[in-house]
C-alpha cells in the first residue's frame, strides 16, 4: 500500500495488513532517469569487456551477500507484503538460485559461435556469431515479488554485460532499494541503478534504455510495446494470465486438490501464473469440489512476523480487494456458489481464500484476470470440452493437467494455447530456468529464461566473416559482370543445394548465359 505525496515528491510505503508506515523512497523525474542512463552508459563498456568471467566474480560476491542478508531481505519483503514468512523467504532463495546459474554459464551461453558454412562455395570464410550486450537494460518489475522479479532479470542482464536501471513498483519498491544497496556493499562497478516513482519513472526507463523487459499488466505493456517500437527498440513483456486447471477423471484427486489449492492460493493469488480457472470431467466433479474445498479451508490466513504460522497473507491494496469483491459477488449474482471463503476478513486487505462452484465464462471471475485467492470450478463433460474452455481466454501464460496417465496429460498439454503446461503440478517450470517462461496471446511477448536465450535477448547478435584462403585484388563477382563467372556460380550453387535432375542440368545454366 502506498500513497504519493506530490509536495514533497515522496512516495510512503505501508504495509497493508496493519496499514503501518514502514519506509519512504524519493519520486525521480524523467530528468533524473536520463541522467542516471548517462551515467550508466559510461561504465557499461567496461564492464562489458572485463567478459563472462570477470563479471561472474561480481555476481557470485553479490550471490554471498544475498546468502548472507537472507533474514534481513524477508523482513524488509514483508514489511511492505504482509506475505507469510515462507512466501518472504523463497524471494531471495530464488533470486540466490537464478543468480547462481546465470553466473556459472554465461561464459558458455555468451561464446562465439561458428556455424558450417551452407555450401562449398561459402567454404572460403569463417563464419563467427558473436553476443553483444546492450549498453542499457531497462526492467520495470511489478509489485508481487519485491525482490524476486527484480532479479530475475537484473541479473542475467548483467550476466550478459549490460548494465541496468531498475524501476521497482511504487506499491513495494523497499526491496529493489535493499538490492541496490546490496551492490554497493560489495565494491561491484556502478552499472547496476535502481529509480523509484510512479507511472513518469516508468516511462522515462522506457524512453532512455536500450532494451525494456517489463512485467505487469496487459494494459501497461501494450503502451510499452508502442513506445518501444516508435523508438525501435527491442523488448519483452510478461503481462497477465488467467491460468486454466484441467482435472481430469483418471487423476489422483487428492494431489490434484492440494496442487491446485497451492496454485491458486500461493501469495494470496497474486501470481502471473496462478491457477485462476479449474474443469473438472463430470464423472469426479462432486468429490473434487469437496477435496478442494477442504483443502482451501484449511489454510491458515494471517500477517507473520518472524516466525512461520500463516499460509496466505493480505492483498497488495485496496484496489487489488476491490477486484476480487466484484468478481466473486458478481459471480454469486449470476448463480455461483461459494463453498469457502467469499468475503474480506474484516483486518488490512486480507480476503478469504474463496472457491467458487457453477461458473460459467459470462462471469467475470472466468473472463478476467482476478489475481486473488479465489478458484473458480466449473464442470465439463470431458476432454475435449476441458481443452476448448481452457483455450477460451485472451490470456495464455501457463495452464496445468492433472491426469493418472502422462501420455495422455502430455496429449492433452500440446493442445493448450498457453507458454508452459505442467503435468499433475503447479509452477514447477517456474523453478527450472534452462527452460523458457513466456506468455501467448495477451500473456505477453518473448520470454525470460529459456538456457542460454535467457541471457542472449539481452544481446545483440553480430555475424562476421573472414576469409579463410589467401584473397586477390578482387572477388569474382565483383565489377565489372561476367556471364562467365554467373554461370559457374550458379551451377555450383544448384549441385550443393537443389533436388533431382535440377542439380545436374547444365543446360538450363547454360541457357541463363544466352538469355533464353
Not at 542478508?69 to 518472504?88: C, W
Not at 474480506?344 to 489475481?371: K, N, Q, W, Y
Not at 505477453?444 to 584473397?471: E, F
Request: aromatic share 8%; net charge neutral.
Amino acid at each position: 500500500m502506498t500513497e504519493l505525496d506530490q509536495s514533497t515528491a515522496v512516495i510512503e510505503v505501508h504495509n497493508p495488513a496493519t496499514g503501518d508506515r514502514v519506509g519512504t523512497v524519493p519520486v525521480l523525474a524523467p530528468d533524473d532517469v536520463a541522467a542516471a542512463v548517462r551515467e550508466l552508459r559510461l561504465y557499461q563498456p567496461e564492464w562489458e569487456a572485463i567478459g563472462p568471467e570477470g563479471r561472474k566474480r561480481w555476481l557470485l560476491k553479490m550471490q554471498d551477500w544475498l546468502i548472507d542478508n537472507t533474514e534481513h531481505l524477508a523482513g524488509v519483503l514483508q514489511s511492505e507484503t504482509a506475505k507469510p514468512r515462507v512466501d518472504a523467504l523463497i524471494d531471495p532463495a530464488f533470486a540466490v538460485d537464478l543468480l547462481g546459474y546465470y553466473a556459472r554459464r554465461a561464459g558458455k551461453f555468451l561464446a562465439d559461435e561458428h556455424p558450417s558454412p551452407h555450401s562449398p562455395l561459402a567454404r572460403v570464410k569463417s563464419l563467427t556469431v558473436a553476443y553483444r550486450p546492450y549498453p542499457v537494460v531497462g526492467v520495470i518489475t511489478p509489485w508481487n515479488f519485491p525482490l524476486a522479479m527484480p532479479a530475475i532479470d537484473v541479473f542475467p542482464a548483467l550476466a550478459a554485460g549490460a548494465a541496468v536501471i531498475l524501476k521497482p513498483s511504487e506499491v513495494t519498491p523497499l526491496s529493489a532499494v535493499e538490492l541496490a544497496r546490496g551492490w554497493a556493499e560489495i565494491g561491484a562497478p556502478p552499472v547496476f541503478k535502481v529509480v523509484t516513482g510512479a507511472g513518469a519513472t516508468g516511462a522515462a526507463v522506457v524512453e532512455n534504455a536500450d532494451y525494456v523487459q517489463f512485467t505487469g499488466s496487459t494494459a501497461t505493456g501494450r503502451k510499452i510495446a508502442a513506445a518501444c517500437a516508435e523508438r525501435m527498440v527491442p523488448y519483452s513483456l510478461e503481462l497477465g494470465g488467467k491460468d486454466p486447471a484441467i482435472v481430469l477423471a483418471d487423476a489422483d484427486l487428492d494431489r490434484a486438490a492440494h496442487g491446485i489449492a497451492f496454485g491458486g492460493m500461493f501469495n494470496a493469488g497474486q501470481v502471473c501464473i496462478s491457477v485462476e480457472r479449474v474443469y473438472v470431467e463430470a464423472p469426479v466433479y462432486d468429490e473434487f469440489v469437496a477435496k478442494l474445498t477442504e483443502a482451501v479451508a484449511a489454510l491458515r490466513q494471517g500477517a507473520d512476523g518472524r516466525a512461520s504460522k500463516h499460509d496466505v497473507g493480505a492483498l497488495a491494496n485496496e484496489n487489488q480487494v476491490r477486484i476480487v469483491a466484484r468478481h466473486v459477488d458478481e459471480a454469486v449474482a449470476a448463480g455461483a456458489r461459494v463453498t469457502t471463503g467469499g468475503k474480506r476478513t474484516g483486518v488490512g486487505t486480507f480476503f478469504e481464500p474463496t472457491v467458487l462452484v457453477d461458473v460459467d465464462h459470462s462471469m467475470s471471475c472466468i473472463a478476467e484476470e482476478t489475481f486473488g485467492p479465489t478458484l473458480p470450478v466449473m464442470k465439463v463433460a470431458d476432454e475435449d470440452a476441458a481443452i476448448r474452455q481452457a483455450n477460451d481466454s485472451i490470456y495464455g501464460l501457463s495452464a496445468s493437467v492433472w491426469t493418472g496417465d502422462k501420455a495422455r496429460g502430455e496429449r492433452v498439454a500440446r493442445q493448450l494455447n498457453v507458454g508452459a503446461v505442467n503435468i499433475n503440478d503447479v509452477f514447477a517450470n517456474l523453478f527450472n530456468p534452462a527452460m523458457p517462461m513466456g506468455g501467448w496471446g495477451m500473456s505477453g511477448v518473448g520470454a525470460r529464461w529459456g538456457g542460454a536465450a535467457g541471457v542472449r535477448k539481452y544481446c545483440r547478435a553480430q555475424a562476421m566473416t573472414k576469409p579463410k584462403l589467401p584473397t586477390m585484388g578482387k572477388e569474382l563477382f565483383w565489377y565489372p559482370y561476367d556471364m562467365n563467372k554467373l554461370v559457374v556460380a550458379v551451377a555450383a550453387m544448384r549441385a550443393a543445394g537443389a533436388r533431382g535432375i535440377r542439380r545436374i542440368d547444365l543446360p538450363a545454366v547454360l541457357r541463363l548465359k544466352k538469355g533464353q
